[in-house]
């Protein structure tokens, strides 16, 4: 009949050629070929597809392949710039945006402060060695600081928006 041993096999197991099978483990033949086409196999349906479909699915696929694996390659290629990125943080190598932002803004805080409190620490001792008065001079000084300062407000800040409100704008 052209059947194959495991397809036999199964149906015996399943009980549907069970009444084919003799004590001695034979078969009945005959039993068999009538109870196989009674029920036959069920074969799977298939689509013939013209040549020119199936061309264009592999193309497809292709595509569809190669998209997902320029996909795989950009997150391996962030990964992997990320993690080096961390490596160099942990070497020290390297300083992040926002640790230098906080040391830019600390440090004109710092220049700032000092160039406010100059006219007050060496005034009366540059009064004293010119020989005039100190209340004036100290006026004269923080005057023309505070002016120099407020000039100074132009100048563009490293790591900063033009439009951070850190840096006292609107």
């Avoid at 070929?33 to 699915?57: D, G, I, M, N, Q």
């Avoid at 193309?59 to 990964?79: H, I, S, T």
């Avoid at 710039?81 to 992040?96: G, H, Y």
Wanted: with cysteine; proline share 5%.
């Amino acid at each position: 009949m052209g059947v194959a041993d495991n397809a036999v096999r199964s149906r015996i197991r399943s009980g549907r050629l069970a009444e084919a099978v003799y004590d001695d483990g034979s078969l009945n033949e005959e039993l068999a070929t009538r109870l196989w086409k009674r029920e036959p196999p069920k074969e799977r349906k298939r689509r013939l597809v013209p040549p020119s479909e199936r061309t264009a699915r592999i193309a497809d696929e292709a595509n569809d392949a190669a998209g997902e694996f320029e996909l795989k390659l950009q997150r391996m290629r962030v990964a992997l710039e990320k993690e080096t990125l961390e490596l160099e943080k942990l070497k020290r190598s390297t300083v992040d945006r926002e640790e230098v932002r906080r040391a830019a803004r600390a440090f004109g805080r710092a220049h700032r402060d000092q160039m406010l409190n100059f006219a007050n620490r060496f005034g009366p001792g540059i009064a004293a060695a010119a020989g005039c008065d100190a209340a004036t001079l100290i006026g004269l000084i923080d005057a023309r600081m505070r002016d120099a300062l407020l000039e100074s407000v132009g100048i563009p800040v490293p790591f900063h928006e033009p439009d951070d409100p850190a840096l006292g704008g609107e």
